[in-house]
T-cell receptor
């Protein structure tokens, strides 16, 4: 089991540029979550999918953020245009089963917008 | 009020000591509870689930008090490798979203 795979591991970009983060969940997991972590705000849920369908995107900060899950093995989180305040670690997590099952997180993408 | 609140610590303890800390949650309908561990610059990893009757996993003991809406974690015979941030996690069964506490930092010194 390769676990949840995220890419890139690190991304440094200039303000105004488009950033795309990628995630491959564990095979067979039907829930996928995108989180953002900063020192100030801790871990925040941005959006989650069930069977590739977005269920709750209320955590997406603003229209500059969008997420897609075109199939069960791939999801993207896009920021366009990026701003310095978007600098954070972005984690993808997946799980299957009911609410009593823990999540597996990817290693995260450390985004720095300068 | 935050949905999940934790004492941020840090708890600085010598090797071999016992350390315990709590977390409180605000939603009485919460159904599932976990402790995650996060090392510096790493992803959170599941440490253990928390069951209503309390449960142990080696040196780690988790307790749940539904009446008072708190969860606890106790670490016995602490090791240097236990140094990490411990995240309290609550799941609402109606939407499966995880709510994370801000974390409790534990540092075990030689």
């Amino acid at each position: 089991d390769a676990g949840v795979i995220q890419s890139p591991r690190h991304e440094v970009t200039e303000m105004g540029q488009e950033v795309t983060l990628r995630c491959k969940p564990i095979s067979g997991h039907d829930y996928l979550f995108w989180y953002r972590q900063t020192m100030m705000r801790g871990l925040e849920l941005l959006i989650y999918f069930n069977n590739n369908v977005p269920i709750d995107d209320s955590g997406m900060p603003e229209d500059r953020f969008s997420a897609k899950m075109p199939n069960a093995s791939f999801s993207t989180l896009k920021i366009q245009p990026s701003e310095p305040r978007d600098s954070a670690v972005y984690f993808c997590a997946s799980r299957s089963g009911g609410a009593g099952y823990g999540y597996t997180f990817g290693s995260g993408t450390r985004l720095t917008v300068v | 009020r935050k949905e999940v609140e934790q004492d941020p610590g840090p708890f600085n303890v010598p090797e071999g000591a016992t350390v315990a800390f709590n977390c409180t949650y605000s939603n009485s309908a919460s159904q599932s509870f976990f402790w995650y561990r996060q090392d510096c610059r790493k992803e959170p990893k599941l440490l253990m689930s928390v069951y209503s009757s309390g449960n142990e996993d080696g040196r780690f003991t988790a307790q749940l008090n539904r009446a008072s809406q708190y969860i606890s974690l106790l670490i016995r015979d602490s090791k240097l490798s236990d140094s990490a941030t411990y995240l309290c996690v609550v799941v609402n069964s109606n939407d499966y979203k995880l709510s994370f506490g801000a974390g409790t930092t534990v540092t075990v010194r030689a």
